[in-house]
């Protein structure tokens, strides 16, 4: 009996726990799916952690003018199931964002799948655009969904690609859109990029159970706050950048101008460069980075990690070997077959491009950029002696053309100058190295080089970066570094820059430079044609010319590199193909400060 009254206690225990469970779920789903007054009380107790992206830091120029402006702007974001309830105004929204009305429809028929879930409407709209569509109080709109920087499009260009790579290329971003982050991509801009974008923070931000925002995103409380990027002061001047810019738009290749006493870079530009507006999407922006290190790639630098044969260019470091290494007398004189194909040592077929000189002198020799003479001087002083480790010493030690100039940290790398003569060849390669082949060097290796020349024989590493400031505070100044004291004695240099002046008076530079009465000028040009396995046409030229000026003050010092195809009726020699680009800059520097 005992037994059976047990039993139904325990089953009568049973029901009332399960009673009490189904009651309790009841009230649960009944709060959860039905009340109201509960279901936003569930609501407000769901918080996120939302990372908050600091301002970008600026660029300037050397002038306080911005080559690179952060601007706040924000995604528009719309709830579907507001729209359905409170109605909504497309054709006013279309009027005060310039949205077109197709795009917004489409956006509006999408937001239909996720009905609870916000959805972008539309990116990137300024903080003005916000404020007029906050006044005309849409409803059933979240604005403010997350705040990212980006630089303003009108700014425009290429650099600091280095540019590309400060347009301002000038400096080139890419938008992250998953992470809402910008990162730099080429150039300075990448350099410098974990300062500039500063340190994230951490907001922490209510939603409700469908995710959706509750209330402004700004109105969240920071778990930590954002640290804005430090601001870049850049040794760019703006005008002269654009200026380079436009002369090199449809070209392949390099312009940089410097100050030969400073070594600050007053423009940088690389050609062709990108808009980063085309640059959409991680996946996208991930093809494009693993390209980056082609150089036919528009985020290449050219002006910094592309290395060429500098051509006749490199006559320069041919010049001082043999006057100061070498002790050779400006009058010696040689054959040069008036253009035709000789042998000197073991090269063959070494010629000149122009016709009409035999037996010339040094400085005839550097005018006329001759190939034969130089070939034949250093031939019989370091290939018939022996002394072809001396030569390569001389070039590495004396002048440092083996060294990199104090650009690594935006991807310079060490010319190609060999100093291992046991190679194939040894007497051909050293011939070609006598007239820019063989070596390879990148432009602001080139510019840097002939920048002593022009600052009296002392080389000097080129700048970009003035100054790091946080807000009026400068945190870091950033000076050149002296290379080499002297990379020659007094009297070769005076006979190179004499012979520089020459190459613009009666030289291959004569067609841009012969009048003197208005500016001097000393320049050298110089072509190289290199193969290309990777092209069907299997070889370009590369017309490159090296200016400083005044030639007897010498205040700025200028670069132009220019790729091309040989085609019918078509220059592409240093002179004809760079001469134009380097006249039209010395033009604009000279009119903007005519009181020298």
Same mark, same amino acid.
């Given at each position: 009996?005992?037994?059976? %009254?047990? +039993?139904?206690?325990?089953?009568?225990?049973?029901?009332?726990?399960? +009673?009490?469970?189904?009651? @309790?779920?009841?009230?649960?789903?009944? @709060?959860? &799916?039905?009340?109201?007054?509960?279901?936003?009380?569930?609501?407000?107790?769901?918080?996120? =952690?939302v990372v908050q992206y600091p301002p970008r830091g600026e660029v300037f120029d050397r002038n306080g003018e911005y080559l690179v402006q952060s601007r706040e702007c924000y995604d528009l974001m719309v709830i579907y199931s507001e729209i359905d309830k409170k109605g909504f105004d497309t054709l006013r929204?279309?009027?005060?964002?310039?949205?077109?009305? !197709?795009? #917004?429809?489409?956006?509006?028929?999408?937001a239909r799948m996720r009905p609870r879930a916000p959805?972008?409407?539309t990116s990137y709209i300024s903080k003005e655009d916000k404020l007029r569509f906050d006044e005309c109080n849409f409803r059933g709109f979240y604005t403010v969904y997350r705040t990212v920087r980006r630089y303003p499009r009108e700014v425009g260009g290429n650099l600091l690609?280095?540019?590309?790579?400060?347009?301002?290329?000038? &400096?080139?971003? =890419?938008?992250? $859109?998953?992470? *809402?982050? $910008?990162? *730099?991509?080429?150039?300075?801009?990448?350099? $410098?990029?974990?300062?500039?974008?500063?340190?994230?923070?951490?907001?922490?931000?209510? @939603?409700?159970? =469908? *995710?959706? @925002?509750?209330?402004?995103?700004?109105? *969240?409380?920071?778990?930590?706050?954002? %640290?804005?990027g430090r601001y870049l002061v850049s040794t760019i001047d703006a005008r002269l950048q654009l200026l380079g810019e436009e002369l090199m738009r449809g070209k392949v290749g390099a312009a940089v101008a410097i100050e030969p006493a400073t070594g600050e870079i007053l423009m940088m530009v690389s050609s062709p460069t990108y808009d980063p507006d085309e640059l959409v999407g991680r996946e996208r922006g991930n093809n494009y980075m693993k390209m980056i290190y082609n150089k036919r790639h528009p985020l290449f630098s050219r002006a910094v990690k592309a290395k060429y044969p500098p051509g006749s260019t490199f006559k320069l470091a041919t010049m001082l070997t043999l006057l100061d290494d070498a002790d050779m007398s400006p009058q010696t004189a040689y054959d040069t077959h008036n253009g035709d194909p000789v042998t000197v040592g073991p090269a063959k077929n070494i010629r000149d491009s122009h016709r009409g000189d035999r037996e010339i002198d040094f400085r005839r020799a550097v005018a006329s950029s001759s190939n034969v003479y130089f070939a034949k001087a250093i031939w019989e002083r370091y290939g018939i002696?022996?002394?072809?480790? !001396? $030569?390569?010493?001389?070039? =590495? !030690?004396?002048?440092? #053309?083996?060294?990199?100039?104090g650009l690594e940290r935006l991807g310079e790398r060490a010319p190609s100058i060999t100093t291992d003569w046991k190679v194939p060849d040894p007497g051909v390669m050293l011939v070609k190295m006598s007239y820019g082949y063989r070596v390879r060097l990148a432009p602001i290796q080139m510019i840097t080089f002939y920048n002593a020349i022009a600052n009296g024989g002392k080389m000097i590493s080129p700048v970009l970066v003035r100054e790091l400031r946080r807000g009026d505070r400068v945190e870091e100044r950033f000076e050149s570094r002296t290379l080499a004291s002297s990379i020659c004695s007094r009297s070769a240099l005076r006979e190179v820059q004499r012979c520089l002046e020459l190459v613009c008076t009666e030289g291959t530079a004569s067609l841009y430079f012969r009048d003197t009465a208005r500016l001097r000028v000393a320049a050298k040009t110089g072509t190289a044609q290199i193969t290309d396995a990777r092209s069907r046409e299997g070889r370009y030229y590369l017309g490159s010319m090296i200016a400083y000026f005044p030639a007897d003050n010498p205040r700025y010092t200028v670069l132009t590199t220019i790729e091309t195809r040989a085609q019918a009726g078509k220059a592409y020699y240093g002179g004809p193909l760079a001469g134009p680009v380097v006249k039209r800059m010395v033009d604009y520097i000279y009119n903007r400060n005519r009181d020298w």
């Open positions: 009996m005992r037994d059976s %009254e047990g +039993f139904v206690r325990m089953r009568t225990l049973q029901c009332v726990v399960l +009673f009490v469970f189904l009651l @309790i779920g009841g009230r649960l789903a009944y @709060i959860q &799916l039905v009340d109201s007054r509960y279901n936003e009380l569930a609501k407000a107790n769901v918080l996120r =952690h929204m279309c009027e005060v964002l310039g949205l077109s009305r !197709e795009k #917004l429809e489409k956006e509006l028929a999408n959805r972008v409407v690609g280095f540019v590309g790579e400060v347009n301002a290329d000038f &400096l080139k971003r =890419h938008p992250d $859109y998953k992470s *809402g982050d $910008y990162v *730099g991509m080429s150039g300075v801009e990448s350099a $410098y990029e974990p300062l500039l974008k500063g340190k994230k923070g951490v907001k922490i931000q209510e @939603i409700d159970t =469908h *995710g959706a @925002i509750k209330g402004s995103y700004m109105n *969240g409380l920071y778990d930590s706050l954002p %640290e804005p002696t022996g002394k072809k480790q !001396e $030569y390569s010493d001389f070039l =590495h !030690e004396k002048l440092r #053309l083996g060294q990199t100039v």
